[in-house]
Each structure stands twice: as C-alpha cells, then as structure tokens.
C-alpha cells in the first residue's frame, strides 16, 4: 500500500511538472484567441467542423513549433498551411482519416509567427472537425490578427471557387 501511495504521488508531481501529456501547451479548439472565416458548423463550439473549400482557421503564436489537430472523416481532404504570411508556399496537409495529429511547423526562429490553415478539397470530400493544437512548453497562443475592415463575396458554382486550378489536367492534385 505504501509503496502504490509513493507511486501515485510520483506519478501526479511529474504530470504536474510536465503540463500537457504530450509536452506541451495545448490549444482548445474554441480558444477565442483562434480567428475562423467561411461555412464552419459551431454546433458543438469544442469541434467546428469544416466542410467547405476556403474555410480558414487562423492564428498567431510563440515558440518554434505547432501541431494541429484534425479528425477526418474520409481521409480525402488537403489543407495549405501558410506561415508567417508566406502565401506563395504553402505547405499542403493531406488529412488521413480519423484523428491525427500534424505538426505543420518547426524549427521557426524565435519571437512571434502566423499560421492560416485552409481546406483546399471540396465539400464532397467529407468534413474535417478542428480539435486544436499544441504548442511547445513555454510558447502561447497570441491574440488573434484583426480581421480585414473590406471584404468581397462571391457568388457562382466551382468555377467561381477555382475547382481544380490546383491539378493537373486529368490527374491527381499537385502536391
């Protein structure tokens, strides 16, 4: 008896001393620190799910490193992430079906950086719910940017939203 009470108390100072299970800092998926833009359900605000192309979660953070949790539910869908305002490379994130976790930067230089995840796939490709992040120990979640002040919307069919600009003709998407 003695010997599981010094375990158990072991066992609860090093969680403590550790944080997050995986090491680091995780980052809840209805943080209001978090900036979303397009059809995104909030039905259950702990898991937006996004469905449609364009749909975008935003962010701003400390530290050299951030993992990104999505639960997909064919295995179809393509993301860009966009870091530090690079928009000309994106990384493409090919979600796997189910829950995964994907670390979409590391090795960043320190101070504060920007990521913009954005569903590529349509919504016939099945949705994919947002279930947070992870930042490393001793980094944080920053205030979100300030939305745009001028916004333009289109309405059309797949033309209008570029359906397939990113493949090849008759061939699978570029990645």
Do not use: C
């Amino acid at each position: 008896m003695k010997n599981t009470k010094s375990f158990l108390t072991w066992a609860i100072a090093v969680l403590l001393l550790l944080g997050h299970p995986d090491g680091g800092n995780h980052i809840n998926p209805d943080d209001a620190r978090l900036q979303f833009a397009g059809r995104i359900n909030f039905e259950n605000p702990n898991a937006p799910v996004l469905s449609w192309p364009g749909s975008s979660i935003e962010g701003r953070f400390t530290g050299s490193s951030l993992s990104l949790k999505l639960d997909d539910q064919f295995g179809n869908n393509y993301f860009n992430v966009f870091l530090d305002g690079d928009l000309l490379r994106p990384a493409v994130l090919h979600a796997a079906q189910g829950s995964r976790t994907y670390q979409v930067a590391s090795g960043l230089s320190p101070g504060t950086h920007t990521f913009l995840l954005t569903k590529r796939t349509e919504g016939a490709e099945g949705a994919t719910v947002f279930q947070g992040g992870v930042l490393e120990a001793g980094a944080e979640l920053l205030a979100a940017p300030p939305r745009k002040q001028r916004r333009i919307e289109f309405f059309g069919n797949a033309i209008t939203v570029g359906m397939g600009n990113e493949a090849t003709d008759n061939g699978p998407a570029r990645r």
